[in-house]
């Protein structure tokens, strides 16, 4: 009997640690995906290209605007000479021994905010740099912009699609973990109710475990999905710039968040499948229990 109660507790733990690891694990996907739509946004260049004639003054008026300006996440003033030199480093082409002067014009190179970054808050931010008379001309990837978008908007409902079918999947494979070992005690709680106990004292031992499995299975699941992201750190680097807040320490606070909401997942559903399951059995009669 001790050795059958053993193995239902640790299958239920070991059923719930999985059901929850896979759910963190496609929120980590969700969580991801957000950060990618954020940092590919973030790092589209918006170029203002200025008049050849654009005064010292003309340059700190708009660099101050630029400072001030809520759309701007970050921007950085790009001279003739040092735009001259970027572009015979990336072309090994030196322009200037040929022409005899510089061409190209000082430019600001601005990275806009996640939610600046569509086509039509960019054309409304050009309009609004147009009245500043030294900016000549307007550079946008309208194209790379429009691919992000339109990548994301199709990707986001397949996410909620698979998070909810995900969702519904883990409900039912919890409540048939914990049907089956309150299955294998409905004996024990008929007899119970036939010598006078209370549903309420029937259940809470039942309530209680369920609770305690949740409870593990939450910790170890968050233990399994932080050790997760850190390997895939290691391995892929470069991930660190869509996982900010995973740093290559431990990151105690991150770990504790984790930790109480699977651990609130694991015991809601656990309490709430070991509730429906043993009031079934107090309400089926004794020869529907064969």
């Known amino acids: 009997m001790a050795n059958s109660k053993r193995i239902h507790?640790?299958?239920?733990i070991i059923s719930t640690t999985l059901v929850l690891y896979?759910?963190?694990?496609?929120?980590?996907?969700?969580?991801?995906?957000?950060n990618l739509s954020k940092h590919l946004k973030e790092n589209i260049l918006l170029q203002v290209v200025l008049d050849k004639e654009a005064t010292a003054d003309q340059q700190i008026e708009i660099s101050n605007y630029l400072k001030s300006a809520e759309y701007v996440k970050s921007f950085e003033?790009?001279?003739?000479?040092?735009?001259?030199?970027?572009?015979?480093?990336?072309?090994?082409?030196?322009?200037?021994?040929?022409?005899?002067?510089?061409?190209?014009?000082?430019?600001?190179?601005?990275?806009?905010?996640?939610?600046?970054?569509?086509?039509?808050?960019?054309?409304?931010?050009?309009n609004s740099l147009r009245k500043f008379p030294a900016c000549k001309d307007f550079?946008?990837?309208?194209t790379l912009i429009d691919q992000i978008n339109d990548t994301f908007k199709s990707i986001t409902p397949v996410l909620l699609g698979l998070t909810l079918l995900f969702f519904i999947?883990?409900?039912?494979?919890?409540?048939?973990?914990?049907?089956?070992?309150?299955?294998?005690?409905?004996?024990?709680?008929?007899?119970m109710q036939y010598v006078g106990a209370t549903r309420s004292f029937i259940i809470k031992p039942f309530l209680i475990r369920?609770?305690?499995?949740?409870?593990?299975?939450?910790?170890?699941s968050s233990l399994l999905i932080f050790?997760?992201?850190?390997?895939?750190?290691?391995?892929?680097?470069?991930?660190?710039?869509?996982?900010?807040?995973?740093?290559?320490?431990i990151n105690l606070s991150l770990l504790l968040i984790m930790t109480v909401v699977l651990s609130l997942a694991g015991i809601i559903l656990n309490a709430t499948c070991t509730w429906v399951a043993t009031r079934k059995y107090l309400k089926t009669k004794i020869d529907e229990l064969y």
């Open 9 to 12: 507790f640790i299958s239920s």
């Open 22 to 34: 896979v759910f963190a694990l496609l929120g980590l996907v969700v969580y991801v995906s957000n």
């Open 77 to 126: 003033f790009i001279d003739s000479t040092r735009a001259a030199k970027d572009f015979i480093a990336e072309t090994g082409q030196d322009f200037i021994a040929d022409l005899g002067y510089n061409p190209l014009s000082s430019s600001f190179d601005i990275y806009l905010k996640q939610e600046f970054s569509d086509q039509t808050s960019a054309n409304q931010i050009m």
């Open 139 to 142: 550079k946008y990837q309208e």
């Open 169 to 191: 999947i883990s409900v039912i494979l919890i409540n048939n973990t914990v049907r089956l070992n309150i299955f294998s005690q409905r004996f024990i709680i008929k007899s």
């Open 210 to 220: 369920g609770i305690w499995n949740g409870l593990i299975a939450g910790v170890i």
């Open 227 to 249: 050790n997760t992201t850190y390997i895939l750190l290691y391995i892929m680097p470069y991930l660190e710039v869509v996982l900010p807040d995973f740093d290559r320490g």
